[in-house]
Nanobody, 111 residues
């Protein structure tokens, strides 16, 4: 079993920044394979960014150049630094590891 707890969401104006955290516990070996998804009202959940098994990073085109995923193996924590936020980034952001999900954290970007 893996437990994931997201934090760091909130309300921010367009152009602002937020940093999300996802703390993992349980049967996790390292942060490789962890990712961030988001789901806006009325839309399907979509991939935002993830760390591959080899440790490299991948991003959705919509967030490239604005979001940065990183992690701390010692803390079993993955971060998502979100800069230059846009109203269309408004969503519930979820952390994923091997099919396990956190409860999500709400990000709201006002125009």
């Amino acid at each position: 079993q893996v437990q994931l707890v997201e934090s760091g969401g909130g309300l921010v104006q367009a152009g602002g920044s937020l940093r999300l955290s996802c703390a993992a516990s349980g049967r996790i070996f390292n942060i490789n394979g962890m990712g961030w998804y988001r789901q806006a009202p009325g839309k399907q959940r979509e991939l935002v960014a993830f760390i591959t098994s080899g440790g490299s990073t991948n991003y959705a085109n919509s967030v490239k150049g604005r979001f940065t995923i990183s992690g701390d193996n010692a803390k079993n924590t993955v971060y998502l630094q979100m800069d230059s936020l846009k109203p269309e980034d408004t969503a519930v952001y979820y952390c994923d590891y091997g099919g396990f999900w956190g409860q999500g954290t709400q990000v709201t970007v006002s125009s």
